[in-house]
C-alpha cells in the first residue's frame, strides 16, 4: 500500500502554490473547458449563441492559417509561473536567420510535452531573446481545435494544427517562421520512462519532407528532463494494457500511458508532474537539399541522408550534454523505431 506524503499547509512560500496552480490550470483545460461549455448548455437563454459558436467553430479554419497568436496572452505571468514550476530553460547551440524558415523536431515526446509548452507558447524562458525574429508555432492534433473554449486559448497561444495543409500554410507564410512538431507523437509516449531517451524516429520522415519542400531548415531540439517528470507504470508485458491504449490511438490519433505524478496536495500520488528540471537544447539548423527543376518529390536518397545529418545533430546535442543535465540517466539515448 502506497504512504501518502502529505503537503504541509503552512511554511510553502507563495511562489511555489502560484506555480502549481499554473500548472493544474494547464493540465485541467480540457476537462474545465469541456465542462464549463457543458455547464452553459442548462442556460437555456444562451443556446442561439451556442449554436453560432459550434457552427463557427466547425467553418473556423484559423489552426490550418497560422492561428490567432495574441502576444500579449503569450506574456502572461502564469506562463512564468508554468515554466518556473519545473524549472524549464533554454538552451542555443546556434543563432538562427530571420530571414530564413525552420522546422524544429522536439525530442522527447515525454507524456505530454510540457517542456514544448514551456518553452514554444509563451515567452517564460525567453525564445524571443534568444532568437530575435523567429516566430515559433507549436503544432498539435487538428481534434484538439473542435473542442469549445479550449480551442482558443491554444490560438492564442500561437499552436495550429499538425496536418498537411498548416505546415504549407505555416512555411509560406513568409521568414522568420518556425514550425515546431513533436516528432516521436503518442508511440513514443509509451516509452517515455525516467533516465531513458527513447526515440521513434527511424521511419518518421514526413517532417524532414515537408521541410525539403519549403527549404527550411532542420531544426533538431532535445529536453533533457522530459521523461523524468512522471513514473509510467510499463505496460509492454501487460496485454490489456497495451492492447487498449493501441486501441486507442487508432480511433482517436492518440493515447495516453498509464502513468502518476504528484498531486496538489501530496507529493507522490496524482496527475500533476514531479517537479525536475527540463533543459531544451535547440540544436544547429541543417540545410536540406534542393528540388531539382522539374522534381516534385525528394528522392528517399535525399529523404535518409538528410535524416542521417539531422540525427548525428541530435546525437551531437545530447552527447554534449548528457552529463550536465542527465547525470541520473539509465541508459543513453536510443533510437528505437
Known amino acids: ?50 449554436i453560432a459558436y459550434l457552427i463557427y467553430i466547425w467553418m473556423d479554419q484559423s489552426h490550418e492559417n497560422g492561428g490567432r497568436r495574441s502576444e500579449r496572452f503569450r506574456r502572461l505571468r502564469i506562463w512564468h509561473y508554468f515554466a518556473n ?25 515525454g507524456i505530454v510535452s510540457l517542456g514544448a509548452v514551456a518553452n514554444f507558447v509563451s515567452e517564460a524562458t525567453g525564445f524571443s531573446d534568444l532568437f530575435p ?3 515559433p508555432f507549436l503544432l498539435t ?7 469549445p473554449f479550449y480551442r482558443d486559448i491554444l490560438l492564442a497561444i500561437g499552436m495550429a494544427s499538425v496536418s498537411r495543409r498548416s505546415c504549407n500554410n ?11 512538431i513533436v516528432v516521436g507523437g503518442a508511440t513514443e509516449s509509451l516509452k517515455a520512462h525516467p533516465g531513458t531517451a527513447d526515440l521513434v ?11 525539403i519542400h519549403h527549404q527550411a531548415s532542420l531544426v533538431p531540439t532535445f529536453s533533457f528532463g522530459e521523461n523524468d517528470i512522471y513514473e509510467q507504470i510499463d505496460s509492454s508485458n501487460k496485454g490489456i494494457i497495451l492492447t487498449v491504449q493501441k486501441t486507442v490511438q487508432k480511433i482517436v490519433g492518440f493515447t495516453l500511458p498509464v502513468f502518476y505524478g504528484r498531486g496538489i496536495f501530496n507529493y507522490n500520488v496524482g496527475l500533476v508532474p514531479f517537479r525536475h528540471p527540463i533543459v531544451t537544447v535547440v540544436g544547429k539548423p541543417i540545410p536540406v537539399p534542393k528540388l531539382e527543376p522539374g522534381q516534385t518529390e525528394p528522392t528517399e536518397e535525399q529523404l535518409l541522408s538528410t535524416q542521417a545529418l539531422y540525427i548525428e545533430e541530435l546525437m551531437n546535442i545530447y552527447n554534449k550534454y548528457k552529463d550536465i543535465y542527465a547525470k541520473d540517466r539509465k541508459q543513453d539515448l536510443q533510437i528505437v523505431a
Not at 519545473?86 to 525552420?102: G, T, W
Not at 505555416?170 to 515546431?180: E, F, K
Open 1 to 50: 500500500m502506497i504512504k501518502i506524503q502529505w503537503a504541509p499547509l503552512r511554511g510553502i512560500p507563495l511562489e511555489r502554490r502560484l506555480q502549481t496552480a499554473a500548472v493544474v490550470c494547464w493540465l485541467s483545460l480540457i476537462g474545465g473547458c469541456s465542462l464549463l461549455f457543458t455547464a452553459s448548455l442548462t442556460i437555456t437563454v444562451l443556446w442561439p449563441l451556442h
Open 85 to 109: 514550476y519545473f524549472p524549464v530553460s533554454l538552451v542555443k547551440e546556434a543563432d538562427l536567420d530571420p530571414s530564413k524558415n525552420y522546422v524544429f523536431g522536439y525530442h522527447p515526446h
Open 133 to 135: 525574429g523567429i516566430t
Open 141 to 147: 492534433l487538428n481534434s484538439n481545435f473542435r473542442i
Open 170 to 180: 505555416l512555411l509560406s507564410s513568409g521568414p522568420g517562421t518556425a514550425i515546431v
Open 201 to 211: 524516429l527511424k521511419k518518421r520522415l514526413g517532417f524532414i519532407r515537408m521541410a
